[in-house]
């Protein structure tokens, strides 16, 4: 399904997917670095600056969502067209992973980490889904 210009919803799908996880990423490696964000994270149980091991956790979460930005922009035929075949099964994990982070997201004791990232994790469920759904695209 084209949305104008030869753009397909599943390109606009996974483009605004990716930028959601560019802003989980930028989020993550500041969590990293030090910044005192820890009640917008892991269920605000680390208020400040995350503990030395949840530092290195969020630079596994940022090469966790690097990877599954890439297999959406392959699904979706942007990036990696080498991978399309690959990215045809594994943009259900990467919806499963989704969900998960959804539901996780909305059941957080954080106020905080809720009103924040689950409205972003809903939209990143959409689209991944939207993605997975979306006819091939090569």
């Not at 979706?76 to 969900?99: D, P, Q, T």
């Amino acid at each position: 399904m084209f949305v104008s210009n030869g753009i397909t919803t599943s390109e606009v799908a996974a483009s605004v997917f990716a930028l959601c996880t560019i802003v989980v990423i930028l989020f993550q490696i500041a969590l990293a670095a030090g910044a005192p964000w820890g009640e917008f994270a892991m269920g605000g149980r680390f208020p400040g600056k995350l503990p030395s091991a949840m530092r290195i956790a969020a630079l596994v979460q940022v090469v966790v969502l690097a990877f599954i930005t890439f297999i959406v922009l392959a699904r979706a035929g942007i990036a990696g067209s080498e991978f399309y075949e690959l990215s045809v099964k594994a943009i259900w994990a990467v919806v499963g992973f989704s969900l998960l982070a959804t539901v996780l997201n909305l059941i957080t004791p954080s106020k905080r980490e809720r009103m924040i990232w689950a409205p972003v994790a809903i939209l990143m469920l959409v689209t991944s889904v939207i993605v997975a759904l979306s006819p091939a695209s090569f």
